[in-house]
């Protein structure tokens, strides 16, 4: 019997230290978007090179979006790169759409021409209107929308390669269904 | 260079703690001064690392260095110098960089202090803050360095957070609280080292007691501080939200304010002596808790900082201490039962008892609805939020039984109390409570917290006043002094007893300032063009024009500004703003606040239309407000009377050679 105080300390850990745990993994800010499962919002915008870009040209095939700043440093530097090998690979069956959230369209250029551009569009949202109609809360962030003009996924902070192939597979294999 | 020699500090503090918590293990065990010694010279060389870590930091965000990430990230050309100093704790890895230079501070500190006493314990003292402080640097060297750099280096930061440039505040609240986190590893450590040593004795309540106190008193003014910073920067009209962070600052302060109670019945009475120990190791396991909870990303709050790694290293951190701690606990405790001489049901022990109790039901209370929304989530994967209300429900009557206690506590005599005392004492100060209870139903006031917070707060004022009359005035007669150095002379004498009321006092005077602003305030939502006027309580508010420009110190910044005029209680003009700050996807409020004594007027700009220049206020008159940072601010100078170091009896005894030595009473407080 004199043993069992002993019994107190897995009592007290082992409970705090598996809630604790659980938390883990999840970014609390990621809050469950209303917007997923629901049809994406229409718009139509000019794009950094001055043509029409809008939902009805990106209807019918899956398509990404994402709102990103060239003052977003470093998450938007980071995912630069994960979103032009996206393009390359993906490039046939999905099309990515780069949006300017809160930016200058000559500091976005700039940002291009220095870290390279991977030749999907990127669309000027003067206005704002399309982050607040996605829910955007801050760059980068990332909506993947299906050939049925639903939205499945999203990614709040910089994609990487692995992020970028999971939310991917839930706009294609729908596509492919 | 400098983000070079910043990163260089931090590897050398943590070799040079690493060999501390070596020397101070190996001089506990072969009893080597030299060695503790080198030890305690470690760990003040370690402090020296952390400040040049923070000055180098400094000017890395001074020079707008962007090759730092953790520059680029909060910092930007166009910051302000002061902004700019004090980003050194808006962000993760630099506040964690400043936390390790108050933790290196602190443990410097103490074991310079008690260099030459306590040879037994000060070892283990030594060597559980270094190990607290080797966690900091550890964490600093693999997993947050706060001088990781960035390639490219940018022409341009992101700038700093923008609910952090807001107000003066953020240079005042982060570093108060963090010193009351910091400063309670100063009483674990004393707690671990009693413990293996078998020293839990009166010697060690006593240091103890101190140095909870120290930190306490930071603790509380950084909470304080921060609940102020939020009614004047979040514009929502409050200054509490039981938001988890809030919380995670509440829950350490609950279990060391318990201990500081406990531990004066251990020192007068012993006994207590598994609690008080408990108490000390569970306040330091909460500031970890706290700083797991802002610093993990595993709840939401306006503190929360971004994910991060450091969460597997805080959640490593607290279960070692908890499992380490609770390990010795348990070893120790057949050793630690009993020892307390029996008192009667009514009496200060009693009373001290149930304070205990009931800081210990808050600090379940506080805790339970911080982690419920992960427990369910863990379990259930649905998303909750445990609101103010539910802890207002909830935390309100053990509050209003604290104040209770606190007025009948110290009047109450340790041992027995008998009726003929009880009636003396508590007999016209229940009528007085009793007759301000009445007058204010007679008044019309019908909200049951207003008038049960009024009536026990002026119950608890007249014990108090009662207290320091009998006192006084007996000191008066048998010295022959006036009453004003009656009064001057006991509080100064028995710093103790008389910095407890003064804190007392404090709390009265928050506790009615929060009952009556949180019950009696009044709000409306109003949308006025410009010329028109809107009515809230006694004020009558114009609005004469609305502006829209950048913002003259960082013109990156757009301000939305609605000029009004007011009248009523007091008159002037005043400017309520939204800022919209390039890194912030919401527009920032900066509410404006006219205080008076009375009530404050608080404006906060919603919205504004730029095609008929109408805007949109929400209009607050929170009467007595000032009040709780008033009651903060008499908090903070009652408990520094407390521990003021007492003057020394020799001087006293040469000053008044007339004095009697044995008629001075020990008055354990």
Known sequence: MRHLRWLLIPLVVLPLGLLLLSGFGRDPREIASPILGRPAPEWSLTTLDGKALGTDALAGRPYVVNFWASWCIPACVDEHPVLAAAHERYGDEVTIVGVLYQDDPGAAESFLARYGNAGYAHAVDERGALAIDYGVTGPPETFFVDADGIVRAKQFGPLTDALLADRMASILNVAER | ?669
């Open chain 2, 1 to 669: 260079m400098i983000p070079t020699i910043g990163h260089a500090s931090i590897v050398i503090g943590l070799g040079l703690t690493t060999y501390a918590v070596v020397a101070f293990v190996l001089a506990a065990g072969g009893r080597d001064e030299r060695l503790a010694a080198s030890g305690r010279r470690a760990v003040i060389g370690s402090f020296v690392a952390a400040l040049v870590g923070c000055v180098a930091m400094v000017i890395s965000l001074l020079t707008h260095d962007f090759s730092v990430l953790y520059v680029a990230e909060n910092n930007a050309t166009t910051t302000p110098a002061f902004i700019s100093a004090i980003s050194l704790w808006a962000a993760l890895e630099g506040s964690i960089l400043f936390w390790t230079l108050l933790a290196t501070g602190w443990a410097s500190v103490v074991l310079h202090r008690h260099r030459a006493r306590h040879r037994l314990l000060m070892p283990w003292v030594g060597a559980t803050l270094a190990c607290v402080n080797l966690f900091f640097f550890a964490v600093m060297t693999w997993a947050g360095n706060p001088f990781a750099l960035t390639a490219p280096v940018g022409a341009e930061g992101i700038g700093p957070n923008a609910l952090l440039q807001n107000h003066p505040f953020m240079a005042l609240h982060p570093p108060l609280l963090y010193l009351g986190y910091t400063g309670m590893a100063v009483p674990f450590a004393f707690g671990v080292a009693a413990l293996v040593t078998k020293r839990l004795d009166e010697e060690w309540l006593r240091i103890v007691r101190r140095w909870t106190l120290v930190p306490w008193i930071f603790l509380t003014l950084g909470i304080i501080a921060g609940a102020w910073w939020s009614y004047e920067v979040l514009g929502w009209g409050g200054y509490w939200a039981w938001d988890p962070v809030e919380n995670a600052a509440l829950l350490p302060w609950l279990t060391a304010t318990a201990f500081v109670h406990s531990a004066m019945v251990a020192e007068r009475r012993g006994g207590l002596r598994i609690w008080a120990s408990a108490l000390v190791i569970a306040t330091f396991t909460l500031t970890l808790v706290g700083t797991f909870l802002t610093r993990s990303g595993v709840v939401i709050s306006v503190h929360s900082f971004t994910q991060s790694a450091i969460g597997p290293w805080f959640l490593g951190a607290i279960l070692l201490a908890l499992t380490l701690s609770l390990g010795l606990l348990v070893w120790r405790l057949p050793g630690l039962i009993g020892g307390g001489r029996p008192s009667g049901l009514l009496s200060r022990e009693s009373a001290f008892l149930l304070n205990n109790v009931l800081f210990l039901g808050l600090t379940f209370a506080v805790l339970f609805g911080t982690l419920l929304p992960l427990l369910v989530t863990a379990t259930s994967g649905d998303t909750i939020s445990v609101g103010a209300p539910w802890f207002n429900t909830v935390n309100a009557p053990i509050f209003v039984a604290l104040l209770f206690l606190m007025g009948i506590g110290p009047a109450l005599p340790w041992g027995q109390a008998s009726w003929a005392t009880l009636r003396d004492r508590f007999a016209v100060p229940s009528i007085l409570g009793a007759v301000v209870v009445a007058a204010g139903l007679a008044l019309g006031l019908r909200s049951a917290a207003v008038l049960v917070t009024l009536g026990i707060a002026v119950l608890v004022g007249a014990i108090m006043i009662g207290e320091v009359i009998r006192g006084a005035s007996a000191r008066a007669r048998g010295r022959d002094e006036d009453a004003l150095t009656a009064t001057w002379r006991l509080a100064t004498r028995n710093r103790r007893r008389y910095g407890g009321y003064t804190v007392h006092v404090g709390v009265l005077v928050m506790a009615i300032a929060v009952a009556i602003s949180s019950g009696l305030a009044t709000d409306a939502t109003v949308t006025i063009g410009p010329g028109e006027t809107a009515r809230i309580g006694a004020y009558e508010i114009r609005h004469e024009r609305l502006v829209v420009e950048p913002l003259a110190a960082d013109a990156r910044v757009i301000e939305t500004r609605a000029e009004l005029t007011y009248t009523g209680p007091q008159t002037g003009s005043l400017r309520t703003a939204l800022r919209d700050y390039p890194n912030s996807p919401t527009a920032i409020a900066t509410p404006a606040v006219r205080t008076s004594f009375g009530e404050d007027l608080y404006v906060t700009l919603l919205a504004s239309d730029p095609s008929t220049q109408a805007v949109t206020l929400h209009l607050f008159v929170n009467p007595l407000v000032v009040w709780i940072w008033i009651g903060g601010v008499i908090v903070g100078i009652g408990s520094t009377f407390a521990i003021w170091p007492e003057r020394r009896r020799v001087a006293v005894a040469a000053a008044q050679p007339q004095r009697a030595p044995s008629v001075s009473p020990v008055e354990g407080a």
